[in-house]
């Protein structure tokens, strides 16, 4: 699960960027307001990376897809993008669990016969 969430987060972290490079031309937001946000988002994506095996990473993952969908306020085009992210994490976590219920059932088989 680790392997799959991780590479998940590392896509995201280059999105994350060039969203903000998108926000940048937002005559509203400041340029360090927006790079702000965005730093701040992107270090929470490799620090996830870190911790997504530890109580409560899974759910600090969905909050950051909840965060990377709500950004569409800001660019449009990241409603769509955010929601591909989050089902791309929850076919990571799902999956993941399930690669890692096999490798222990076929560790026990191996420990069993041999």
Do not use: N
Request: glycine fraction near 14%.
């Amino acid at each position: 699960m680790r392997t799959l969430c991780a590479s998940t987060l590392i896509g995201e972290f280059f999105v994350i960027g060039f969203a903000g490079l998108v926000a940048m031309k937002d005559p509203d937001l400041s340029m360090a307001t927006v790079w702000t946000v965005c730093g701040v988002a992107m270090v929470l994506c490799l620090l996830l990376c870190g911790v997504i095996t530890r109580p409560g990473g899974v759910q600090l993952g969905w909050g950051l897809q909840v965060l990377l969908i709500a950004s569409g306020f800001v660019v449009p085009v990241m409603f769509f993008l955010g929601a591909v992210f989050a089902a791309l994490w929850w076919a990571s976590v799902h999956y993941g669990r399930k690669v890692e219920e096999a490798k222990a059932r076929f560790a026990a088989q191996a420990g069993v016969g041999g």
